[in-house]
């Protein structure tokens, strides 16, 4: 469960959410009865069901990157989206873009090498040129060699990379928001926590025990 209160639809008045709310689950209230087309719970939208005025500014990005406008590949898009997912550890936001992938035509292949471009072959060079850039935003928090732009700027012009950057550090901000308040497939337990010490063992010291057989070898 999200750790903040999903709002049932008795409570929402928004026409906007509610048109969302009943193409996404017809009748069904999601609070009660959970789940997507995509598999999800679908508790991302009624958490930001919490603030209309949030909710319409964040579904108008989605309006925003797909729209007939953008002039960058979908399929390079995407890649940095899903490389977001991966880089922020949200399990939402990767596996969400993965099926994106799936759904422009990209292989398999791309697909799964996602988490490790950087030695994977499969890829051509436009596509690595992103991956890199992805991580220079998601990674490493938007420090960027200007080699990275200049390799960029071989295949695109600055309105493109500007359309990628700001749609790459948008799905950031998702993964980022979706960890932390445990929505869709990101509500899990923190993996990386302290694994229990054999029983008797002594965690005054690792080295304890080595310590005092050279004490005693040197007395």
């Known amino acids: 469960m999200p750790l903040l209160r999903q709002v049932p639809r008795s409570e929402i008045t928004d026409e906007v959410i509610l048109g ?5 689950f017809g009748d069904r209230d999601p609070t009660v009865e959970p789940g997507t ?6 508790d991302w939208w009624s958490v930001f069901a919490l603030s209309p005025d949030i909710f319409r500014h964040a579904v108008s990005g989605f309006a925003l990157y797909r729209s007939p406008e953008r002039r960058i590949d979908p399929i390079l898009r995407e890649l940095g989206q899903t490389r977001a997912g991966w ?10 873009h993965c099926k994106s992938l799936r759904g422009l035509g990209c292989s398999e292949e791309k697909i799964a090498a996602v988490p490790h471009w950087a030695v994977a072959d499969c890829y051509n060079e436009q596509e690595r040129a992103v991956l890199a850039y992805a ?3 998601c990674q490493a928090n938007g420090r960027t060699p200007k080699a990275v732009i200049d390799k960029l700027k071989t295949f695109w012009d600055d309105q493109q990379i500007f ?9 950031d901000m998702h993964a980022v928001i979706t960890r932390a308040l445990r929505m869709e497939f990101d509500d899990r337990e923190e993996p990386i926590v302290e694994v ?5 063992f002594d965690a005054a010291d690792f080295l304890g025990g080595r310590r005092k057989q050279q004490q005693e070898s040197e007395a």
């Open 20 to 24: 969302y709310m009943q193409h996404l």
């Open 37 to 42: 087309a995509t598999g999800t719970p679908g």
């Open 87 to 96: 880089v922020k550890g949200s399990q939402f936001v990767f596996s969400q």
């Open 135 to 137: 991580d220079c935003l």
């Open 163 to 171: 359309e990628f950057t700001y749609i790459t550090c948008l799905y």
């Open 196 to 200: 229990a010490a054999p029983e008797g």
